[in-house]
């Protein structure tokens, strides 16, 4: 296969980028998106230019390391699969693909493809920690968890934290994000103690950190490798509701 | 940052916006099928609605002025929140994408802002046309007044068949009832996730009631400008009538109605 990249360079967070057309050739159509750009950068190396930086770490879909906006598409065009999981093989021999790093006002580019996603591990701090005991493994039956209780807290905790739901948002909102790890921690019950504070906290850091706002386009939803619904923005939003009127009458700490 | 708190709400949570957005929206979804409804009088003749613009006029000023102002509070909430919403989901994004495909998001999603400012221009003119009736003065003269059971009321079946006949007011109309369309078809579902109120069964429930809410209300709205202009609600006033409103209106004083 042969592709007619565009791929946004920008040496560092303080340049100003811009993007730059590269012609690759003899791709093996079961390569992945990112072996693809192994190849790019061997071929850049080759000719004594600079390769192009991007994030990855498992190629597996799990780590939610890997980004990029393919074709205008987080992750590019698959459902529900993450950059390392795409392959060559959902491209045209021919087609022009152009690459951008994610974009959003909180994940600043440090080079080419490669953003700042730190404003997710902000958010999580600020979620504080949960009531279990630290030491031998726990007794398997002393918490009980309900089967569908269980099941959506796993649901929810498949949320790898790529970034791609801020980076498909129009208004680059992290609602789908912080959502997920709202549903996975306040479901089950060692999570429970903490629901509330642990809610508005992670809301407040969200804010502060620049994401926009949800305006229930469902965009998120589409692109997120892990398929992570709209649902558990709904229940987001209702149990911020309540945990700011408990706030407001007896102060959740 | 830590948001400073402002006059433009950057200290406002952010679900907090979204609340006031989803709660006043809920009072405006409701006054309008309210309005609709009381709209479709035409069709039953002008008495009907001269009857029922009357009733509403005549109802305690404080109610009167209680449900105006509520509105009003709804309405400038509304707008309030939609600029700070949109100004900081700008902000969000500084370098937007060269490319940038839409996988799901409908067109009325996505154009909120833009139905949105439309509609508060189309309220605005509204307001000044058929309540404060300032852009066609005429309005506010005594032929736009006719006897119902012995009162003198307002003649609103004339004015809205008079309005209609200008192809201009006619189009715009049409157009923002077209705007209003779209904004509901988003949304009418939007609040109820906004509120928290959906989950993955009733979603797509509430996804067509929008839309469906968008069109009755679309329809409900337009039949009338469509029923001026197709004369089947034909103008009222004969010239016999004329004659006799201006020998019988004589005395009375408008201002005091
Ligand atoms: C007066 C001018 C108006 C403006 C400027 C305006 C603007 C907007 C905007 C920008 C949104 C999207 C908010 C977001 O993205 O989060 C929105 C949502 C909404 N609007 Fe309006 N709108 C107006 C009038 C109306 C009217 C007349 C109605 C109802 C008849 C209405 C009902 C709603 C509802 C129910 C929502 C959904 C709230 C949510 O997302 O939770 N709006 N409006
Ligand atoms: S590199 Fe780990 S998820 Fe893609």
Redesign the interface.
């Known amino acids: 296969m042969k592709l007619f990249l565009k791929i946004w360079r920008q040496p560092n967070a303080a340049a100003v980028g811009a993007f730059e057309d590269y012609v690759l050739d003899n791709i093996s159509p079961d390569a992945s998106f990112l072996e693809m750009l192994d190849q790019l950068n061997e071929q850049l190396i080759t000719q004594g230019k600079e390769g192009v930086a991007f994030d990855h770490d498992c190629r597996e879909g799990i780590c939610g390391m890997c980004s990029l906006t393919i074709n205008g598409i987080a992750h590019g065009p698959r459902r529900a699969t993450t950059t390392c999981q795409l392959h060559m093989r959902h491209f045209r021999d021919g087609e022009t693909v152009t690459i951008e790093p994610f974009r959003a006002r909180p994940f600043p580019v440090l080079r080419d493809l490669v953003v700042d996603r730190s404003a997710f591990d902000k958010i999580i701090q600020s979620g504080g920690f949960i009531s279990v005991r630290t030491g031998s493994a726990p007794e398997a039956n002393q918490t009980l968890v309900a089967k569908p209780d269980a099941d959506r807290a796993m649901d929810a905790a498949e949320c790898i934290g790529c970034g791609a739901c801020v980076a498909a948002c129009k208004n680059a909102s992290a609602m789908l994000f912080v959502s997920a790890k709202i549903v996975h921690l306040n479901t089950l019950p060692q999570g429970a103690p903490e629901k509330n504070r642990r809610l508005l906290n992670m809301v407040k850091t969200m804010d502060e950190a620049g994401f926009g706002n949800c305006s229930n386009y469902g965009e998120c939803e589409a692109v997120c490798p892990k398929g992570i619904p709209l649902d558990f923005i709904g229940q987001l939003n209702r149990e911020w509701a309540v945990a700011k009127m408990k706030d407001i009458v007896s102060g959740v700490e | 940052?830590?948001?400073p708190c402002n006059l433009s709400g950057s200290c406002i949570?952010?679900?907090?916006?979204?609340?006031l957005m989803a709660l006043t929206g809920f009072v405006m979804v409701g006054f309008v099928l309210v309005h609709m409804m009381g709209n479709l009088q035409m069709f039953r003749g002008p008495d009907a609605i001269n009857q029922y613009a009357h009733f509403l006029k005549t109802l305690p000023g404080a109610l009167l002025w209680g449900m105006r102002g509520f509105l009003i509070v709804a309405i400038g909430v509304h707008v309030w929140m939609a600029i700070l919403?949109t100004k900081?989901?700008r902000?969000?994004?500084?370098?937007?994408?060269?490319?940038?495909?839409?996988?799901?998001?409908?067109w009325a999603?996505?154009t909120?802002g833009l139905s949105g400012s439309l509609l508060l221009f189309f309220i605005v003119f509204h307001v000044l046309h058929f309540t404060t009736r300032v852009i066609f003065p005429e309005y506010q003269m005594e032929d736009y007044y006719t006897i119902l059971e012995g009162d003198v009321v307002f003649n609103v079946y004339q004015m809205v068949v008079d309005s209609f006949s200008k192809p201009w007011v006619t189009g715009f109309y049409l157009f923002a009832m077209g705007a209003l369309c779209l904004h509901l078809s988003?949304a009418v579902?939007?609040m109820f996730?906004?509120?928290?109120?959906?989950?993955?069964r009733t979603?797509p429930m509430l996804k067509g009631l929008a839309r469906v809410y968008g069109w009755v209300i679309f329809i409900g709205f337009v039949v009338v400008p469509l029923g001026v202009i197709s004369r089947i609600l034909p103008p009222m006033m004969g010239d016999e009538e004329v004659i006799i409103l201006s020998i019988e209106a004589e005395p009375f004083d408008s201002e005091s109605l």
């Open positions: 940052m830590a948001a949570p952010s679900l907090f916006k979204k609340y919403l900081e989901n902000a969000a994004r500084p370098q937007g994408y060269l490319k940038q495909a839409v996988v799901r998001a409908t999603s996505r909120m988003h579902w939007s996730q906004t509120l928290g109120w959906t989950n993955k979603r």
